[in-house]
């Protein structure tokens, strides 16, 4: 069954540290998403690629977060200068881009971060 | 402002003891509600798509339900297993992102 691949699993950093995480999806998906989920919240999105453009980052804090898609498959999302605040699980989903009816999205395993 | 209310945020069920978890929403046009269920320290596991009000879907002891503002996820006998935090989402007409509620942790106790 194909899934959504993510690495690392888990990252430790200092703060003002660079942190980057990396995420394959589910093979023919043209739509990929980050996620982020703090304990005890449900996930919220950072960023959406439609194919290698963003469609919506409107939540993304660009001072410090930047995502990149560059050939339309894989995705990295970096953080630099890494805060405190920033400790918390990163989640890639993908869905296939059918377009009209909700469209499932797929999970990978996720990073989870923690500043020290 | 599109929206998403879980509830209860936790439940502890005696293994065979059903029950169900309550999800109300709010938004501008529902394209599709989604329950996945995500087990600590993984990522969210799809269950369930539902697309209109009335509509039903089964797998295994649960059972999901729509109406225009809230769903329910209805768990019959359940099993130590099935402890999990249940995360319900909807997506609305005018995006393809989810919007999710805190999710309910279940506790099923053998």
């Known amino acids: 069954e194909a899934e959504v691949a993510q690495s690392p699993r888990y990252k430790i950093t200092e703060k003002s540290q660079a942190v980057a995480f990396w995420c394959d999806p589910i093979?023919?998906?043209?739509?990929l998403y980050w996620y982020r989920q703090i304990l005890g919240q449900g996930p919220e999105l950072l960023v959406q690629?439609?194919?290698?453009?963003?469609?919506?980052d409107s939540q993304l804090p660009k001072d410090r977060f930047s995502a990149e898609r560059l050939k339309g498959v894989d995705s990295t999302l970096k953080i630099q200068p890494a805060e405190l605040g920033d400790s918390a699980m990163y989640l890639c989903?993908?869905?296939?881009?059918?377009?009209?009816?909700?469209?499932?999205?797929?999970f990978g395993p996720g990073t989870r971060l923690l500043v020290l | 402002e599109d929206q998403v209310t879980q509830s209860p945020e936790a439940l502890r069920l005696q293994e065979g003891e059903s029950s169900s978890l309550n999800c109300s929403y709010t938004?501008?046009?529902?394209?599709?509600l989604f329950w996945y269920r995500q087990d600590p320290g993984k990522g969210p596991e799809f269950l369930f798509t539902l697309y209109s009000a009335g509509e039903e879907k089964e797998k295994e002891r649960l059972k999901a339900t729509l109406t225009k503002k809230e769903s329910f996820l209805h768990i019959t006998a359940p099993k130590p297993e099935d402890s999990a935090t249940y995360l319900c989402a909807v997506q609305a007409e005018s995006s393809y992102k989810l919007i999710f509620g805190s999710g309910t942790r279940l506790l099923v106790r053998p």
């Open positions: 093979s023919g998906h043209a739509t």
């Open positions: 938004v501008s046009g529902l394209r599709g």
């Open positions: 989903a993908s869905s296939q881009n059918r377009r009209g009816k909700g469209e499932t999205q797929y």
């Open positions: 690629f439609q194919d290698e453009s963003v469609v919506d």
